[in-house]
């Protein structure tokens, strides 16, 4: 049976989720801030709609019934905290204006602070991050639910190419990725089938030091090496991701970032 998804804020993520979605026989909905990238969203075939959540307005063409949501806006450390909350209240209100299952927020592990040590969603982060104000405005919809992203590749996002002939000072730390297959894998189940928690960490399983995902990623996909290694931020940050795997009984595609 064919679903209907809607995308707020269809950005890299967004994009490659729709058009999976396409494949598989489903219709799409996106919101972009972005006039050439509304046009060429509606050009895929995705039903694109400018909106801009820290002003929203009024789409008269937008269906308000869907099967699933995924909420892709930006909470990132650099704007300014009160823009956050007033762009989350914004969503958190919209969503009430809508019929739908359940919707997926995606939020980052960088909630968690830059230090030594292992991360489970039990884990209490800071309440005055960006990201902490964004998730705690969206939980206020029912049927949101948390997924915090590990570093993301794949397709044309390569961890090597950011590091071609510079110094990388954080080799010796543990690597904490996630590969865009296994995610949208990971998104299309946490919709089909019931997760018993509103918050889930989505990392893949192996935790290479980062030194070695850019030596594999850097000779399997031609680019250059860093010009030195430095350990100068070498703490040993692991966020576990078990938790979703285990209740979905997921195998993932790329288990190892050593494979990206």
């Not at 960088?110 to 005055?128: K, L, R």
């Not at 100068?232 to 795997?245: A, H, L, W, Y």
Request: charged share 25%.
């Amino acid at each position: 049976m064919a679903l209907t998804f809607l995308i707020l804020g269809c950005g890299w993520v967004g994009e490659a989720f729709g058009k999976e979605m396409q494949k598989r026989g489903h219709q799409v909905y996106a919101t972009t801030t972005r006039t050439d990238k509304c046009q060429r969203l509606n050009d895929d075939g995705i039903y694109a709609f400018i909106m801009d959540f820290e002003n929203p307005a009024t789409l008269d063409d937008l269906p308000t019934r869907f099967d699933y949501v995924v909420t892709s806006v930006p909470a990132v450390r650099s704007l300014d905290s009160n823009r956050v909350r007033r762009r989350f209240e914004n969503i958190t209100r919209f969503l009430g204006t809508i019929e739908f299952r359940k919707n997926i927020f995606l939020s980052s592990i960088g909630v968690y602070p830059d230090i030594s040590g292992e991360f489970t969603e039990e884990v209490i982060v800071s309440d005055t991050s960006n990201l902490a104000i964004a998730e705690r405005s969206i939980l206020n919809n029912d049927r949101t639910t948390i997924y915090r992203l590990g570093g993301l590749f794949g397709m044309n996002r390569v961890f090597a190419k950011y590091f071609q002939d510079r110094c990388c000072t954080t080799g010796d730390q543990k690597a904490n990725f996630i590969h865009l297959f296994d995610l949208i894998e990971l998104m299309y189940l946490g919709f089909t089938q019931v997760l018993k928690e509103r918050l889930y960490n989505i990392v893949s399983p192996e935790h290479p030091l980062k030194r070695d995902v850019i030596l594999a990623s850097a000779n399997k996909h031609g680019l250059s090496l860093p010009s030195s290694f430095e350990n100068s931020d070498s703490f040993q940050k692991i966020v576990r991701g078990d938790k979703i795997t285990k209740e979905l009984q997921y195998t993932f595609l790329l288990p190892s970032p050593l494979l990206f």
